[in-house]
Structure formats: C-alpha cells, structure tokens
C-alpha cells in the first residue's frame, strides 16, 4: 500500500518572494501543513488522485491549485497576493472640549480657530461676542474690551499662554493687544474665578491657550487674507512651522490696515453740539496694526518646555470730534481728505511679551510653571489744549513733547508655579501666582499717577470623583498684594489764595500713598454627569483689589469729558457667586440653562456728583469713585435642535439685572449692564461633491432689548434688531484645503445703539452694513 503514495512538494511565493509561516492543506481531506522559513511545504504520502491544493496566510489572499497525482512525485508552487480590504467608514469623534466642560465647576464656552474664523470680527473681542454672557466695549473697528455677564475692565482676567495679560485695561479706550490669529483654543469662563487666578478674576476669565504643537516630522504653514468692506480693511497673517522628533518653532507674521469706519448715519450730536458726517464716515478711525510672533521648544516625553515670543503694534485714530475739552476745533476739511490717513488725535500701542512653559510629568504626577515678561507702552496724542491755570502758549522749554497728552509705560514679571497630583480619586492642584509690575507715566495732562504693585498668592484645588457620575470640587486661595502710587505734581502754577493774599504754586494732584491688601477667598461646587444630563452647582468668595485709577485719579478723562477722582480709602472689593447649570443632551437637541446670583458688599463704582471743576475740567462735571453693596442675577440659555441631516438651528439668550442696595444711587443699576437679549440662527451644512467639505450657509437673527434701566448720567438705549449671514467652505487643492468665509454683517445696515458701546455715551450708532471675506490657505507636509 505504501507503494501506491507519491510525494507532493512546493513553495508559497508572493511575487518571487517567499512567504513563511503560510498554511497549506488539501480540501476534504486531513492533510494540512505549513511553510517553513523559505516558504516550502511537502506531503510525503499521498494515494493517487485529483486534488484541489489551497494556501493562505495572513494579510494575503487565497491561492487555489488543481493537482493530479498519478505515479510520481509532484512539485507544486502556489503564488499568493497581498490581500486589500475596504473596511467600513470609522468615525473618530473628538470628546475633549465636552469633557473638559463636564470636569469643570464653572460655566465654561470652547471655541477654536474654526470658531474666529467663521465669526472673524475688528478684534478677538469682537469675533467672540456671538456667545451667550459675553459682551464687548468697543472702540471703534479694531479696538474693544471684553465685558463678562457685564463685568468687565479689571474684573475681566485674560490669560494668555498661562501668564496674565497686562495691558492699560483699567481704561475704556483701551483695547486688548492680543492677536486673534496667533491664538489656539479659547476658554471663557463665566463667573468668579478668582480661586485660581487671583485678583481682578470676579467676574470671569478669557484663558487663551497657545497653538497647537506642530505634528511630528512635519513643516508646513497657512497664509490667512481677509479683507472688509465697510472700513475697506486689508490684511493678512502668514504662518510658518515645522517639528523634528523633540524639537519645534511656529512663527507668524499678521498686518492689518484698515480707514475710517462708516455708520448708517451722516450726523451725530457731541454733547448737543451736531456734527456732520462726510459720507458716513467716522473721522480718524483709521488704523494700522502688526503681530509677530515665534514659538520655539523641546518636546519630551516626560520633559517640555516651550517659548513664546510676541510683539503687536497698533496705531489708530480717535473719533475727532469726541475727544479733548473742545469738538468744536477739528479741522474737519483736513479730515475729511482722506479716510486712511491718522491725524491728532491719536493712539500708539505696542506690546511686547516673553513667556516660558514648563511641564515635567511624573506617575500620577505633574509639575507645570510659567515665567512671564511683558512690557505694555501706550501714547496717546493730540494737539495742546490749554484749561484751568495751564498756559495759553506751550512752553518751549518743556521736555516733554507738545502733542504728547498722555503716556503710560507698563513692564510686568509674572511667575506660576502648580503641581497636580492624583491619589486615587483625587485630583489635587497646589500652586503660586506671583506678578511685580511697574508703571511710569508722562504728558502734559495727569489722570493716574506712577505706581509700583506687588501681588502673591497661593492656592489649593480638590477634585474629588465620588462616583463615575459624580464629582465634588473644593478651593481655597490666600493673596496678599501692596501698592505704592507715587506723588505727582503741575507742572504748570496755579493762583492760590493764603492768608488772603494770591500765590502761585505746582499744585499736588496725588500724594504718595502705600496700601497693602489680604484675601482669603474660597469655592465649593459639584459636577452630576449622565447619559444625556449634567448639573453643576457652584458657590464661591471672590475678591479684587483697587487699581490705581480707583485710589488715586486726579484729572480730565478726555474720552467721557468728565473729571474724575479717586479715593485713597477704598476696601479690597468682595464678591459671593452661586452658579448653576443644567443641561440635557439628546440625538437631535440639546439644552443648557445657566442662571446665576452674585452679591457684592462693597462695589467699587464712579459716582457721578452734583460739582464741576473749572481749575482742570473747564467745568466738566465731577465723578468720585465710591463704593456701595449690589445684587446682580441672570442668566443664559443655550438651544440646539437638529431639524434634519443637514438643516439644524440655534437659540442664544441671556438676560441681566443689576441693583444697588446703598450708597447715593441706591435703587440704580450699574453703569455698561447690557440689556436681554437673544439670538436665533439657522444653519444649512449640505455634502456638495468630493472636493468641498465643512460647506455652510447661516443666518443669525440678533434681537436686543430696549435698557431704559440706567444709572445718571446714562442715557436710555432703545432696543433693536440685525441679522448676519454667514456662508464657508473647505475645497481641497493638492491635498490641502483651503478655508473660504464669508461674512455680512449688519445686512440691512440697520442704525443703532450698543448699550455696552464706549460711543454710546455721544449716541453714536454701530457701524453700517460689513462684508467680511476671509480665506485660509495652508501648505507644507
């Protein structure tokens, strides 16, 4: 019997390459076997007959042979090939902000780069407007500062990079210098804050996180163009980066012009006095603005440190006729010759920061610290006016420039130090915030005096998970902070009368003064996560200390034609919170509610009085900073619902209300609180071909509420309605895809008054109907 079996040998091939390891059996019977290392297999026993020989291995497809033994052996080689399979579409869905947002016992909103783009405005204030809660003062087209549920100014904290951002942000005139298209993902926080980032965070945080780290091995960059048609702005921010394995650098380089902003008017009244407009433009509110900035750093895989190096300039215009003691003097020909030129008056802005940013991590454990250096120079000018006992003529013999009204030098060291460590269900956050800061000034005109501020304070965070839906949070914080604000004298003679008789003498308009301010303050809240339900509940103590203007301005505000003056007194200002939010999440729709009470026993507020002053303000009515107990309580809510695939629309509304419980306007509201308001969208996202993707057509329908509950002197806003569209794209050209959006706003170039508006106080109306056409083009590999 024996006898009768033959041999059956071969090899698996992929090509002329061998394939090991492959398997080789002969169907319906038991013969099975498997290729060695060369990819050879043999049966040494076969009977005769026909046989249907198989090979497969893995990643390969099948090889099927016929084979007749009939007597001899038989040599059999069988050619496999590399098997493709078109698996399913996967869909990686990106839970980090939804996650982020149900850690956190605070309110917090997360736009990214898509966001400012899609919504790009005259500033990174402006272009993050469209969110509930958050409101702006603008000044004009490319300045304005941020107002969080109507706190704003040195309420506000805006983080960049991990360093608080320090600018002159105690004025309304002054805008933030932040580049919006150097920024990576936004945090806004609602809310007091103040536990982790200190004075100054009552009424919330805007934490502007750095762009993201460029992808491994790669080098590339994007060229942003955008241009406006209703200030006729031109301008663009080019990107350039790469990475190797541990090392990195991203720079960019933005420039912007833009000329007179145009508001669907052609007359406005200062102060009684009518002014017309040419062509609706708004007289020198041109202006020019610059970014550069490099990133650079090591990327380990327990070790990083990264550098961030920025400097913006901008130079623009005040509106002509609504700044100094006399509107009445502007050369409006001159003006009017050109809507691009910047003449008197006039600001000039440059900021300048270094940041370092650390991070080590270690097994259930990670060290982070920053280190900050800021240099903020701000000069405001404009021609000489002489008011009071200041001298008709200029004297040549002063050194300071004649044209220079005012200026502010502001160079800042910041240090933070935290260490977050994970013991079983504990998140635990130490750190310390520590920040020196020196300010000089110069001009012919004073308002704040020069003044050194010290601050320090040091932290300790809780997270604790109770259960997988549960989380409890706890904080407490201790800061200590001191001021020296430094005398200053005219520098021009005053006629006084002592004894009866007149003298004359460089009167002192601030005295030195050195205060020292202590706070602990403290937060406790919980996070309930389900399914499709989320609480959050939070209470808190929050606290900040006077700034200098507070304390100790003695002088015009040019801008408000006011004259303003501190009081050296004031207490740290204290602030109770309690914050909740609810929220449900299904398939189609979606729903959060975020109401809110805050209670301050001592705020600190400008008090209008019944006196004038004629020594400085040429009889311009006096305000004293003062301070009073207020309530304030509102809230947001937030609306989504998917009427089909690709039809889905959106409601926004919030609502605010102020009160003062003592003080001379006991009764009254607080000044710049935005009126209800609600916004209602509609978005079309249609698949259009293989070429175009993120395709988008949407319309926004703002409607605002009438704020006739004001505080002296304020002047009732009537209410008002606007719709804006907005319309992108994504087409792909070579593997990249190009970003285009495009933007109109105010669409029927309706005329009203922003409440919250820095030249609201003169009745002037927002800017007219706006095109906004962007286009994003990136490159490299």
């Known amino acids: 019997m024996?006898?009768?079996?033959?041999?059956?040998?071969?090899?698996?091939?992929?090509?002329?390459?061998?394939?090991?390891?492959?398997?080789?059996?002969?169907?319906?019977?038991?013969?099975?076997?498997?290729?060695?290392?060369?990819?050879?297999?043999?049966?040494?026993?076969?009977?005769?007959?026909?046989?249907?020989?198989?090979?497969?291995?893995?990643?390969?497809?099948?090889?099927?042979?016929?084979?007749?033994?009939?007597?001899?052996?038989?040599?059999?080689?069988?050619?496999?090939?590399?098997?493709?399979?078109?698996?399913?579409?996967?869909?990686?869905?990106?839970?980090?902000?939804?996650?982020?947002?149900?850690?956190?016992?605070?309110?917090?909103?997360?736009?990214?780069?898509?966001?400012?783009?899609?919504n790009l405005g005259g500033s990174l204030m402006k272009s993050l407007e469209r969110l509930p809660g958050i409101k702006t003062i603008g000044i004009g087209s490319g300045q304005s500062k941020p107002l969080i549920r109507g706190l704003g100014f040195n309420r506000v904290v805006v983080v960049d990079k991990g360093v608080k951002h320090e600018g002159q942000q105690w004025g309304a005139d002054h805008g933030l210098e932040i580049d919006q298209f150097a920024t990576g993902e936004i945090e806004l926080i609602k809310g007091s804050a103040s536990f982790i980032y200190g004075s100054d965070a009552i009424g919330g945080v805007i934490d502007i996180l750095p762009v993201s780290i460029p992808p491994l091995n790669s080098i590339g960059g994007s060229v942003d163009l955008i241009a406006k048609s209703n200030n006729n702005l031109y301008g663009t921010s080019t990107n350039i980066y790469g990475r190797n394995k541990r090392w990195f650098f991203d720079s960019r380089f933005t420039y912007q012009n833009y000329g007179d902003y145009r508001v669907p008017t052609d007359q406005v009244f200062v102060y009684d006095y009518a002014v017309k407009l040419y062509q609706n433009h708004l007289r020198n509110t041109a202006g020019r603005e610059t970014g550069i900035h490099f990133n650079t750093g090591y990327v380990g895989e327990k070790f990083r440190s990264m550098f961030y190096l920025s400097n913006t300039f901008a130079k623009s215009g005040f509106f002509a006729n609504a700044h100094g003691l006399e509107p009445r003097r502007v050369n409006e020909d001159l003006h009017d010759s050109s809507n691009r030129d910047i003449l008197h008056p006039y600001q000039s802005v440059n900021h300048f920061k270094l940041i370092n940013r650390s991070s080590y991590q270690l097994p259930n454990q990670k060290i982070e610290f920053e280190l900050g250096y800021q240099k903020n120079y701000r000069q405001e000018f404009s021609q000489y006016v002489n008011h009071g006992f200041m001298p008709s003529n200029y004297p040549a013999t002063l050194p300071i420039p004649m044209d220079l009204e005012r200026e502010f030098t502001k160079v800042v060291y910041s240090g933070n130090l935290r260490d977050r460590i994970t013991i079983n269900a504990h998140e635990l956050s130490v750190g310390i915030n520590a920040e020196v800061q020196t300010n000089d000034i110069n001009g012919?005109?004073?308002?704040?005096?020069?003044?050194?501020?010290?601050?320090?304070?040091?932290?300790?965070?809780?997270?604790?998970?109770?259960?997988?839906?549960?989380?409890?949070?706890?904080?407490?914080?201790?800061?200590?902070?001191?001021?020296?604000?430094?005398?200053?004298?005219?520098?021009?003679?005053?006629?006084?009368?002592?004894?009866?008789?007149?003298?004359?003498?460089?009167?002192?308009?601030?005295?030195?003064?050195?205060?020292?301010?202590?706070?602990?303050?403290?937060?406790a809240g919980l996070n309930y996560n389900l399914e499709k339900f989320g609480l959050k509940f939070n209470l808190g103590k929050s606290f900040r200390m006077p700034i200098a203007k507070e304390l100790g301005a003695n002088g015009v505000n040019y801008h408000y034609f006011s004259y303003e003056k501190g009081n050296p007194n004031l207490s740290p200002e204290k602030s109770?919170?309690?914050?909740?939010?609810?929220?449900?999440?299904?398939?189609?729709?979606?729903?959060?509610?975020?109401?809110?009470?805050?209670?301050?026993?001592?705020?600190?507020?400008?008090?209008?009085?019944?006196?004038?002053?004629?020594?400085?303000?040429?009889?311009?009515?006096?305000?004293?900073?003062?301070?009073?107990?207020?309530?304030?309580?509102?809230?947001?809510?937030?609306?989504?619902?998917?009427?089909?695939?690709?039809?889905?629309?959106?409601?926004?509304?919030?609502?605010?209300?102020?009160?003062?419980?003592?003080?001379?306007?006991?009764?009254?509201?607080?000044?710049?609180?935005?009126?209800?308001?609600?916004?209602?969208?509609?978005?079309?996202?249609?698949?259009?071909?293989?070429?175009?993707?993120?395709?988008?057509?949407?319309?926004?329908?703002?409607?605002?509420?009438?704020?006739?509950?004001?505080?002296?002197?304020?002047?009732?806003?009537?209410?008002?309605?606007?719709?804006?569209?907005?319309?992108?794209?994504?087409?792909?050209?070579?593997?990249?895809?190009?970003?285009?959006?495009?933007?109109?706003?105010?669409?029927?170039?309706?005329?009203?008054?922003?409440?919250?508006?820095?030249?609201?106080?003169?009745?002037?109306?927002?800017?007219?109907?706006?095109?906004?056409?962007?286009?994003?083009?990136?490159?490299?590999?």
């Open 2 to 118: 024996y006898a009768q079996q033959f041999q059956l040998s071969g090899t698996v091939l992929n090509g002329q390459t061998p394939v090991k390891h492959a398997t080789v059996y002969i169907e319906n019977t038991p013969y099975k076997t498997i290729t060695d290392d060369g990819g050879k297999f043999n049966f040494e026993a076969l009977p005769k007959g026909s046989y249907k020989l198989i090979a497969s291995a893995v990643g390969y497809s099948k090889a099927i042979s016929k084979v007749e033994i009939n007597g001899q052996h038989v040599v059999k080689n069988l050619s496999i090939n590399k098997e493709i399979r078109q698996l399913n579409d996967v869909t990686i869905k990106d839970e980090h902000v939804e996650d982020r947002r149900k850690a956190e016992s605070m309110n917090i909103e997360i736009v990214n780069q898509d966001f400012l783009q899609r």
């Open 444 to 523: 012919w005109s004073f308002l704040v005096p020069a003044f050194n501020q010290k601050t320090i304070g040091a932290f300790v965070y809780d997270k604790f998970k109770i259960t997988d839906n549960l989380l409890l949070h706890a904080a407490l914080r201790y800061d200590r902070g001191q001021i020296n604000m430094f005398q200053y004298n005219d520098w021009f003679p005053s006629d006084i009368t002592i004894n009866g008789s007149v003298t004359q003498q460089n009167l002192q308009r601030a005295a030195n003064l050195n205060r020292t301010f202590n706070s602990l303050v403290w937060s």
């Open 576 to 781: 109770y919170q309690a914050d909740l939010s609810l929220a449900w999440n299904d398939e189609r729709w979606s729903v959060q509610l975020s109401p809110f009470y805050n209670y301050f026993p001592n705020y600190i507020y400008l008090n209008p009085t019944s006196g004038h002053d004629y020594a400085y303000g040429a009889g311009n009515q006096i305000f004293e900073y003062a301070q009073s107990s207020v309530q304030r309580f509102g809230g947001e809510l937030q609306l989504k619902y998917e009427i089909f695939k690709n039809l889905s629309t959106q409601f926004l509304g919030e609502i605010l209300q102020a009160k003062q419980l003592s003080g001379n306007k006991k009764g009254f509201t607080l000044p710049f609180s935005p009126p209800a308001s609600a916004l209602i969208n509609l978005t079309y996202s249609p698949k259009i071909g293989r070429q175009l993707s993120n395709t988008y057509f949407s319309i926004d329908y703002r409607l605002t509420s009438k704020q006739d509950n004001i505080v002296p002197p304020e002047k009732k806003t009537p209410g008002y309605q606007i719709v804006n569209i907005q319309v992108g794209t994504k087409l792909s050209l070579y593997g990249n895809p190009l970003q285009l959006s495009l933007q109109v706003q105010n669409l029927f170039d309706t005329k009203y008054l922003n409440h919250t508006s820095f030249y609201r106080l003169i009745e002037l109306p927002e800017a007219g109907r706006n095109l906004v056409l962007s286009l994003k083009i990136p490159f490299g590999k």
